[in-house]
């Protein structure tokens, strides 16, 4: 059976047709991703899967990172967090290392495919390069650019107005740019290794492999080490249950490539956590994806403590596993979390510690909270419907001044 059929008990027929229908349009082009690392964060998550699908579709696509030294994933890493709205300190010698390492990328990167799709600002200054191809540009942006400095984003703003179009993943990220805007959610892979069944056999190796006890509920984050994912706010909220909290938390975490900070952070989390029997820090490599999968699964409660996100894959996996999620109130995790009905949105460290305690006490709820998640991300936000977004963008990419597509 070919990979796409796959989808079809899960996602339904409807949406398999659309994008076999869309696919015979574009039969025979070529697409070419880029992104700054292959391992570690959402984007890599997405691509590993979106890619093969693309290509069974007849849709040639390569997937090619830009790579760089330390200072050019130290001045993104920077960028990456200013565009999220966090203080920075940013110097000349940031833009320097970028634009340098960009412009050394360029000649290394095979950029004549018909789309060139380039995710995020680590590679975003290729498009300086687009007038010697005759082909169409995409700028994926996976950041809230709600609170972005103005610094950084005076920067990017002229080379993604440079683009044929923008994609961002919510509403209130979306900016005053001269090229047509369009949302796109992410999505997961209910197929893939992170997110299939598993049985209760293969939970249970995972756990008793890395040594998890399961005496008492779990309370689990995955997360990066990263500071706007709060792991120290969430080991917070879970200290203010009390000296006998009924519950274990447990922070899993690992690296990026293109993520300097992740090491800092995971030292401050350690030192956090330290005389605190009842919670577990665990660092993964990233390519743990059963791991991930059998720990969200063996969870009592998901915690995606955000305090900016894109949007927040880690909330759909939780969710797909009929899991309840405490999340934060920002970036893309309200579309997944309806406040009470699909999870619990909280704003504070204090609200996170009233609803752990809340679904604690009360699993019924907690039980209903993941049931309707589930079937909200199967209806919004998996694999499939994002490929028919993304073909559908690439006949709008070709089509600029027509509303129809006629297929
Ligand atoms: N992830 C992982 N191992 C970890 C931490 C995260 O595999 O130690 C995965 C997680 O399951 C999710 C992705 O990395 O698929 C993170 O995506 P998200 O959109 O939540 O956050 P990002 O890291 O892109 O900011």
Known sequence: ???????????????????????????????????????????????????????????????????????????????????????????????????????????????GSDFVFIHDPQPAALVKKREQFKNHWIWRCHIDLSHAAPLVWNYFKPLVSSYDACVISDPHFSQELPIPQTLIAPSIDPLSEKNRDLTKAEIDKVFSHLKIPRDKPLITQVSRFDRLKDPLGVIEAFEALGPRPGARLLLVGGSADDDPEGAIVYQ????????????????????????????????????????????????????????????????GIPQQVIHKHTGILVHSIEGTTYWMRQLLRNPDMAQKLGENGKEHVRNNFLLTRHLRDYLLLFLMTENPYSDFIRL
Not at 41 to 53: D, F, K, N, S
Not at 76 to 86: Q, R
Not at 288 to 300: H, K, M
């Open 1 to 111: 059976m070919s990979l796409l059929k796959s989808y079809r008990s899960i996602a339904g027929s409807e949406i398999i047709d659309e994008i076999e229908t869309l696919a015979e349009r574009l039969a025979g082009k070529s697409v070419v991703h880029v992104n700054s690392t292959k391992v570690g964060g959402g984007v890599a998550e997405i691509l590993a899967r979106m890619v093969p699908l693309l290509n069974e579709l007849g849709i040639n696509t390569r997937w090619e990172i830009v790579k760089g030294a330390q200072d050019f994933y130290n001045a993104t890493k920077k960028f990456h967090n200013a565009l999220h709205g966090a203080a920075q300190d940013i110097t000349e010698a940031d833009f320097k290392a970028y634009a340098e390492t960009v412009e050394a990328n360029a000649s290394q990167i095979d950029l």
């Open 268 to 331: 401050e989390v350690m030192a956090k956590a330290k005389g605190n029997e009842n919670i577990i820090i665990l660092s993964l490599p990233p390519t743990s994806n059963l791991e991930i999968n059998a720990i969200q699964r063996g969870s009592t409660i998901v915690v995606q403590k955000s305090l900016r996100e894109g949007f927040g894959l880690t909330v759909s996996e939780a969710l797909w596993k009929s899991k309840p999620v405490i999340a934060g109130a920002v970036g």
